[in-house]
């Protein structure tokens, strides 16, 4: 009857074993290849004449697309890391547009929320002084 006890009792012992040495060598995503790093960026859009926020303003920086709230505001998560570009896409009938000559770029830290440090400010179409012959 020991024979029996001990063997149930390695065999319990080997199979923790196995589990434990599975476990270490596994990481996150289980391929040995570390993940892509990502981060977020947050910020407001409001309307430059009269500083009310912008809701229903499609915002997309890196491949991902968000819709600022009521309040403008908007936070787009896994963002590549790097330097990003910001477009932003308004409902053509609203008749907004982003001034000429306004930097649209960010900076994305990995495991970070970088808040951009002033409100994008979108005008009115008609205010957008006409393109030069050329």
Same mark, same amino acid.
């Given at each position: 009857m020991m024979t029996i006890g001990r063997c149930a009792g390695l065999t319990a012992l080997a199979l923790i074993a196995v589990a434990a040495f599975g476990l270490v060598g596994c990481d996150s995503d289980g391929g040995g290849v570390a993940p892509a790093q990502t981060g977020s960026v947050s910020g407001t859009i409001v309307h430059a004449g009269t /500083? #009310? =926020?912008l809701g229903g303003v499609q915002v997309t920086i890196g491949g991902v697309?968000?819709?600022?709230?009521? $309040? /403008?505001?908007?936070?787009?998560? /896994?963002v590549a890391v790097g330097q990003q570009v910001i $477009? !932003? &896409?308004? @409902? *053509?009938n609203r008749g907004l547009v982003v001034p000429p000559g306004v930097d649209l770029t960010v900076n994305v830290v990995g495991g970070q929320t970088t808040q951009l440090a002033a *409100? !994008?400010? #979108? !005008? @009115?179409?008609? @205010?957008? *002084? =006409? &393109? *030069?012959p050329s």
């Amino acid at each position: 009857m020991m024979t029996i006890g001990r063997c149930a009792g390695l065999t319990a012992l080997a199979l923790i074993a196995v589990a434990a040495f599975g476990l270490v060598g596994c990481d996150s995503d289980g391929g040995g290849v570390a993940p892509a790093q990502t981060g977020s960026v947050s910020g407001t859009i409001v309307h430059a004449g009269t /500083g #009310l =926020p912008l809701g229903g303003v499609q915002v997309t920086i890196g491949g991902v697309t968000v819709t600022t709230n009521a $309040s /403008g505001e908007f936070t787009v998560n /896994g963002v590549a890391v790097g330097q990003q570009v910001i $477009s !932003i &896409q308004v @409902d *053509p009938n609203r008749g907004l547009v982003v001034p000429p000559g306004v930097d649209l770029t960010v900076n994305v830290v990995g495991g970070q929320t970088t808040q951009l440090a002033a *409100p !994008i400010n #979108l !005008i @009115d179409a008609v @205010d957008v *002084p =006409p &393109q *030069p012959p050329s």
